[in-house]
């Protein structure tokens, strides 16, 4: 089965909880994940631009906490620096690390930042 698209916004300069669910079907255990990565990139047409790092990154050891792991759900926590300054849409992918390395990509899609104009 194909990774859960989500696509989502969040306000540059606040704080925000991602929920992320992983479809039964992926084959995925969050019991005996080695790690979780997510990564945020700059993209062109909803597909990520080649060569460029990363502007956000999140692991099991910086931001993301799996929520339930009988349910297959993580969180991700964006701290309000995360976002300052990036105004406009990225590519956002969710990758769990299984038991000897495998990676399975669980989750991708578009976040877009927007401006905050209650401050």
């Known amino acids: 089965m194909a990774p859960r698209i989500q ?7 606040n704080a925000m909880r991602v929920h992320c ?3 039964p079907d992926d084959g995925v255990s969050l019991f005996d994940a080695d790690d979780i990565l ?9 597909i990520p631009t080649l060569g460029v790092d ?3 990154v999140k ?3 910086h931001g993301i906490q799996i929520e339930d ?10 701290d309000e620096a995360d976002t300052l300054g990036l105004l406009r849409n990225y590519y ?7 038991l000897g390395g495998l990676p399975v990509t669980v ?7 927007t401006q905050s104009e209650n401050r």
């Open 7 to 13: 696509n989502f916004s969040v306000p540059a300069g």
């Open 21 to 23: 669910d992983i479809t």
């Open 38 to 46: 997510w990564r945020v990139y700059e993209q062109t047409l909803g």
């Open 54 to 56: 990363p502007v956000i």
């Open 59 to 61: 692991s099991l050891d």
């Open 69 to 78: 792991p009988v349910l297959l759900k993580f969180y991700i926590d964006l």
């Open 92 to 98: 956002h992918e969710g990758t769990v690390i299984a």
């Open 107 to 113: 989750v991708y899609g578009i976040l877009t930042v």
